[in-house]
């Protein structure tokens, strides 16, 4: 007898523990519009409501990380005299932290990665970013997978490997002249730079990998005719910059470069700008559109902010989130988007003739 009972009470409690489970989650979705203004969230509830629109958040919302440039690595073969992300360190992340924040960058909202350096191609002859690249469009499936690099460290093995997961290659080229390359500081050895851009974009056009070339405009190449060479090699894009100087970086007294001798006027900029203006892939930055309109994220995924003349790193993403770093990022997301930063970057809607 006492045993029916207790089945007929255990029956009983089972009902009613249903009934609140029931009553708790029509609850939970009727609260799902004001869950951003709840002091607490409800234990193994996730709000699937869709959020506000940008606009109605307060001045203080932390910026979307649409597009986002890691610089994994220092260090570079290459001693350009107006580098701004000098080999101040040796540290890497090992590749799986690296993984971590990449994916917490995707839940954050980015669309477009590019990794750059110092020179990516340097850490583990190219494997490492390969795995970074592979991982970024296979499992990610990010829309864009960039890399920037000098190209000297490329070799046709890694587009057979990684070449399919990679939307642009961009190369730094200063100067079609190799004296003038050698001035900068852009070579190792006796390879000529020239002759090897050229071979990269042969490659580029082999494995289907979007091709573009970064210039720095200065004062060794600030009269230089580009014209020609450009429009023979065909970039997607030729991004042109104006020599930037960073303290600390290029410039000061605990700089590793001294890049007052590179830096042109706007005046200079202007004047390279209007010789080059037939050229149809031209993206010109001047130091005022490049300052403050990039995400960068150092060797530990700290963003830094370049606000003040020099970069000033939040915390990690890796110990705070991605939200509340961005937030001292000194990110001008209007800059970004004023300076054409978000393109037809993923190579699936180029529709180029490879």
Known sequence: ????????????GR?????????LGALCWSLAPL??????????????????????EGDDAAPTPTSVNYHFTRQCNYKCGFCFHTAKTSFVLPLEEAKRGLAMLKEGGMEKINFSGGEPFLQDRGEFVG?????????LELPSVSIVSNGSLIRKQWFEKYGEYLDILAIS??????????????????????ENLHKLRQWCREYAVAFKINSVI????????????????????????????????NSGEDALREA????ISDEDFDRFLDRHKDVSCLVPESNQKMRDSYLILDEYMRFLNCRNGRKEPSKSILD????????????????????????VWSKADMKLDW
């Open 1 to 12: 007898m006492q045993l029916v009972l207790l089945a007929r009470l255990l029956s009983v």
């Open 15 to 23: 009902a009613v523990l249903a009934a609140l489970r029931l009553r």
């Open 35 to 56: 869950s951003l203004s709840l002091p607490l969230s409800l234990p193994g509830w996730r709000d699937s409501a869709p959020r506000p629109q940008r606009e109605q």
């Open 131 to 139: 795995k970074l690249v592979q991982f970024c469009k296979q499992e």
């Open 173 to 194: 080229c200063d100067s079609f002249d190799e004296d003038v390359n050698v001035l900068i500081g852009r070579r190792q050895g006796k390879k000529n730079h020239v």
């Open 218 to 249: 200065n004062r060794f190449n600030v009269e230089e005719d580009m014209n020609e060479q450009i429009k023979a090699l065909n970039p997607v894009r030729w991004k042109v910059f104006q020599c930037l100087l960073i303290e600390g970086e």
């Open 260 to 263: 007052e001798k590179f830096v």
């Open 320 to 343: 705070v989130g991605v939200e509340a770093a961005i937030k001292f990022s000194g990110f001008d997301e209007k800059m970004f988007l004023k300076r054409g930063g978000k393109y």
